[in-house]
């Protein structure tokens, strides 16, 4: 039996999408309803996830794993010979989880406040912490990934927060290390397997979402 992947299409669920695909591990991808927690395989998710947010990670044996970080270290060492992240104990696996936890701190959260109405009242300063952290992340990156010439999962989980932009009204051409980031990303084959498994498409502005036909691309389950 196969791990199974709770998830919404364009959500922060697809960066360990993307990082199951760049390991090439058999993963079940188990859409969810962001508004009645149904997933499509039958199951309520909050009896999965009582938070009702994607992801969460069924393993082959049952335990479950929450929270998009910790799923893709967990992954990443199912696998260590791909060098997703470096191995326990060395100052480059600090330096992914550092970059971990900044996007997940830093961008991940107040970059979905931005789409959501509930936050209106406090959208000029969501938008103004954004662009300081986004500014400041655009001078720091390390070569083509954030930590120098090889692709890790940090670099998985920036590009989905990134392709955001068109949705939460950043603007990434004003940031062009950052925009470049974003491409070079997008142009992996692992990357673009799992956008079209999600049905994900290019717009002509170069950033992901959802055929015309479909709803706008949210950023995750609420």
Request: charged share 25%; aromatic share 8%; net charge neutral.
């Given at each position: 039996m196969a791990m199974k992947l709770y998830m919404h299409p364009g959500a922060c669920s697809l960066s360990p999408h993307i990082v199951c695909r760049e390991l090439d591990l058999p993963v079940e991808l188990v859409?969810?309803?962001?508004?009645?927690?149904?997933?499509s395989d039958g199951e309520d998710f909050l009896r999965i996830n009582?938070?009702?947010?994607?992801?969460?990670?069924?393993?082959?044996?049952?335990?479950?794993?929450?929270?998009?970080?910790?799923?893709?270290?967990?992954?990443?060492?199912?696998?260590?010979?791909?060098?997703?992240?470096?191995?326990p104990g060395?100052?480059?696996?600090?330096?992914?989880?550092?970059?971990?936890n900044f996007v997940t701190a830093e961008l991940h959260k107040p970059m979905v406040m931005l789409m959501l109405p509930a936050y209106a009242p406090a959208?000029?300063?969501?938008?103004?912490?954004?662009?300081?952290?986004?500014?400041?992340?655009a001078g720091q990156i390390a070569g083509p990934y954030l930590t120098g010439g090889r692709f890790t999962v940090a670099d998985a989980y920036l590009f989905v927060c990134?392709?955001?932009?068109?949705?939460?009204?950043?603007?990434?051409?004003?940031?062009?290390?950052?925009?470049?980031?974003?491409?070079?990303?997008?142009?992996?084959p692992a990357v673009q397997a799992a956008l079209a498994a999600e049905g994900l498409v290019r717009r002509d502005?170069?950033?992901?979402?959802?055929r015309p036909a479909e709803a706008v691309v949210a950023a995750g389950a609420q």
């Open positions: 859409e969810v309803d962001r508004r009645t927690h149904a997933a009582g938070n009702g947010y994607v992801p969460a990670l069924v393993l082959e044996d049952g335990q479950t794993l929450t929270e998009g970080p910790a799923i893709v270290q967990y992954l990443a060492d199912l696998r260590p010979e791909a060098g997703l992240l470096p191995p060395c100052v480059g696996r600090a330096q992914v989880q550092s970059w971990l959208r000029a300063a969501l938008a103004a912490l954004v662009d300081k952290r986004l500014d400041w992340l990134l392709n955001w932009s068109p949705w939460n009204g950043v603007d990434l051409a004003r940031r062009p290390a950052l925009e470049a980031l974003h491409r070079r990303v997008a142009a992996r502005d170069g950033f992901f979402g959802p």
